[in-house]
């Protein structure tokens, strides 16, 4: 399949790959220490940590499928009912 040439500058580029990874890293870890610091507040065994690293991990893998999804959209060629 025919990719489309990105005709961004490659910074732009680079610098959208990046947002998009530290996206997906802070989703993946902020939510397990959000639990930590609750269990710290609440005086509880680490249940929040587990919920946070669940929520977090299935937040994460949502947001790169979302990601890959609509990068093969951008990448797929224009499906349109043009006769020839």
């Known amino acids: 399949m025919p990719s489309r040439r990105d005709d961004r500058p490659p910074m732009v580029v680079a610098m959208t790959w990046v947002n998009r990874l530290t996206t997906v890293s802070l989703e993946m870890a902020l ?3 959000a ?3 609750l ?4 005086g509880t065994r680490p249940w929040m940590v587990a919920v946070g ?3 977090g ?3 994460a893998m949502w947001h790169l499928l979302k990601i890959a999804a609509d990068d093969a959209r951008k990448r797929s060629p224009p499906s349109g009912g043009e006769d020839t």
Not at 39 to 42: A, C, L, V
């Open 31 to 33: 939510p397990p220490f």
């Open 35 to 37: 639990g930590y610091w």
């Open 39 to 42: 269990d710290q507040q609440w």
């Open 53 to 55: 690293g669940i929520a």
């Open 57 to 59: 991990f299935s937040l």
